[in-house]
């Protein structure tokens, strides 16, 4: 579980419910015409703009927030490409058959593999490289779903103030019927901001950064994996993916 998305959505919960208790309008925030409003117009608006192929991954992108997969760490990843070098070199491409069910990573696995299969290095490297863009591409499609949800809620939000507004109007002479339309046009925009900043853009921007990792780590394998293929020295492999580390992981490294 990521623990940052789960004390981060306790803490803005917490903080929200503090305020609205404080204030005595707890028990005004349930209202059930202003749900449906926000979420339902939000829903629809979504379903409108993106296509199934894209929405139907939602599910799955909303998972990975709270329980993110295991990928290795950069510095992991730059030692075992150098490990796979070492091993090339001393006993020929063939020897990494025995490694591929220890990759840390897919993609590292089926790259590996290909490159053992004897694969074209320029086909190889298309492949590999083709598959990041599609990667990247989906995964830039899941970030652009929330982003428009946090588009689409706070309009709703402001539409549901407009349509409270009205009834208010017309019920002017009816002061039991103000009170609840009052309450609709309040808590609308309440809804629509508060999903928007606390729901949509946030997962929208943990996505993103899920993605940059994982578009980082694969470019890594791919320039390992076609370095390693070319023959170069494990020493100038290393070099060659050294830049991928930040300094401070650089200076660790070299300390070892």
Known sequence: MDFMTFFGALIGAGVVIFV????????????????????????ASIMIAYPWDALRWTLSSVKAIIFPPKRPGIPQLVQTIVHLSEISRRNGIESLAGEIKKLPHPFLMD??????DGVDMHILKERMFHDI?????RHQQQSNIFNSAGTFSPIFGLLGTLIGVVQV???IENPAMMGSSMAIAMTSSFYGIFSANFL?????????????????????????ILSVYNGDVPWLVSKKLEGYLSLQLRKKAKKK
């Open 133 to 137: 863009s599609t990667t990247q591409l």
């Open 111 to 116: 790259a590996c593999q290909m490159m053992i």
């Open 169 to 171: 109007l017309r019920n």
């Open 20 to 43: 609205l208790s404080i204030g005595g309008m707890l028990k005004f925030l349930l209202n059930f015409e202003a749900i449906v409003l926000i979420f339902g117009g939000t829903l």
């Open 200 to 224: 949509f853009l946030p997962i929208a921007s943990k996505l993103s950064y899920y993605s940059d990792e994982d578009i980082l780590s694969r470019e890594i394998i791919a320039k390992g």
